[in-house]
């Protein structure tokens, strides 16, 4: 199984009053994750979309553990839970570098879709794209 770590700097942007990341920014980050995973099997989402595969979400959810802080760095560690022809699982870690910390962790499901948004098997319908996922998550 293939992880992807990303690194980040917490923005001031980020923060809410108590001076912690606020906890909607860590499905941005989460978002961040899974567009370095998917760009390291050789195709970007912009290229998905244009061979009319979308992958909308689903479902999402995080369990938040410690808050991160301004300025902190921050590993976004990505894999692939979960992979059929229909839907894609990612899961999410996010690390504090500094102390190895985890600050939270998560999921994301996904739906592979056409531009019309009916669900279609990729499998099938793109054994390219399909091939190129596949083989992070073996």
């Known amino acids: 199984m293939y992880i992807n770590e990303t690194k980040l ?3 001031y942007v980020e923060t809410d009053q108590m001076g ?4 909607s920014n860590y499905y941005a980050w989460f978002e961040v994750g899974r567009t370095e995973f998917i760009k390291e099997s050789g195709i970007s989402y912009k ?9 909308p979400l689903v479902e999402s959810r995080c369990k938040y553990i410690i808050g991160a802080n301004y300025e902190d760095i ?8 979960e992979l059929n022809g229909a839907k ?3 899961s999410y870690e996010v690390i504090r570098e500094e102390d190895n ?8 499901t ?3 879709v056409n531009k019309e948004f009916k669900i279609i098997n990729l499998k099938r319908k793109n054994p ?5 996922i596949e083989k992070l998550f073996r």
Request: no cysteine; charged share 20%.
């Open 9 to 11: 700097k917490v923005r």
């Open 20 to 23: 912690i990341v606020h906890h």
């Open 47 to 55: 290229e998905m979309e244009a061979h009319n595969v979308l992958m």
């Open 74 to 81: 921050v590993i976004i560690k990505t894999w692939i839970e």
């Open 88 to 90: 894609a699982v990612f």
């Open 101 to 108: 910390a985890q600050l939270a962790k998560g999921s994301t």
């Open 110 to 112: 996904h739906a592979f």
């Open 128 to 132: 390219e794209i399909w091939s190129s």
